[in-house]
């Protein structure tokens, strides 16, 4: 499980999350971000290895 979640940067319109890789024994990670904007449904993004990106987004709910 990732640790240490943060914005790097936040715009009007997209937010740049990083976190600290666990230990796989070596294989590749995947991670999954819920995320959701006021009154929307949870939405998913897949990322392979942080910095990632969500775009698109006016107001956005983030927590661990």
């Excluded at 995320?35 to 661990?64: F, K, N, W």
């Amino acid at each position: 499980m990732p640790t240490g979640l943060e914005v790097l940067n936040a715009t009007d319109s997209s937010v740049i999350l990083t976190w600290i890789e666990s230990f796989d024994g070596g294989l590749t990670q995947t991670f999954r971000i819920r995320y959701h904007t006021p009154g929307s449904q949870y939405l998913y993004a897949d990322a392979s290895a942080p910095p990632y990106t969500l775009e698109g987004m006016i107001q956005y709910v983030i927590s661990r």
